[in-house]
T-cell receptor, first 110, second 116 residues
């Protein structure tokens, strides 16, 4: 079983739609959680960290459920520019390693 | 802005060649990483370094070695390139924050290596 699992998609949604991605992690010692965004043929960039209480940044909301070991990302009012691959990333306590999911691809159509 | 620069965007090498991938960061970050990214497998950690001359194996170190002689530079070496090392290689750097936490990782633009 992969340490971090994501639905690969693609999720194909119209502009203005709300879309949600889930990510599950296998190690309960995981302590830090992130969502990265990767555009086609570009490097990953941090979208947002995920905090225990949940956090929001504009149209983006991240949630953490430690009991069920999953993280979610909600995108409201999708824009064409949101089309990208979204990577779920986990770090265990006291570890240098970031563990990446294989990504969920989002396509927003006009 | 943090800048992580990889020496090449595209590289084509022959089987058996020794290949050097260079990565330089300009923000005095202690931690540097080499990943490879393959479809369906995501990013997999090859090696990382948390200080000059320090290195640790990641999840898939076989066939690779690294060098960190200076803080700003982290090199990935393919001792004898093979076709299964055809991939996108991504370098990243990150600072250790006060209290021992970690900030976000900044990535270079990637090197697409093809071994023929």
């Amino acid at each position: 079983r992969k340490e971090v699992e994501q639905d690969p998609g693609p999720f194909n949604v119209p502009e203005g739609a709300t879309v949600a991605f889930n990510c599950t992690y296998s190690n309960s010692a995981s302590q830090s959680f992130f969502w990265y965004r990767q555009d086609c043929r570009k490097e990953p960039k941090l979208l947002m960290s995920v905090y225990s209480s949940g956090n929001e940044d504009g149209r983006f909301t991240a949630q953490l459920n430690r009991a069920s070991q999953y993280i979610s990302l909600l995108i409201r009012d999708s824009k064409l520019s949101d089309s990208a691959t979204y990577l779920c990333v986990v770090r265990m306590d006291s570890s240098y390693k970031l563990i990446f999911g294989s990504g969920t691809r989002l396509l927003v159509r006009p | 802005d943090v800048k992580v620069t990889q020496s090449s965007r595209y590289l084509v090498k022959r089987t058996g060649e020794k290949v050097f991938l260079e990565c330089v960061q300009d923000m005095d970050h202690e931690n540097m990483f080499w990943y490879r990214q393959d479809p369906g497998l995501g990013l997999r950690l090859i090696y990382f370094s948390y200080d000059v001359k320090m290195k640790e194996k990641g999840d898939i170190p076989e066939g690779y070695s690294v060098s960190r002689e200076k803080k700003e530079r982290f090199s990935l070496i393919l001792e004898s390139a093979s076709t299964n090392q055809t991939s996108m290689y991504l370098c990243a750097s990150r600072i250790t924050a006060a209290g021992g936490g970690f900030t976000e990782a900044f990535f270079g633009q990637g090197t697409r290596l093809t071994v023929v």
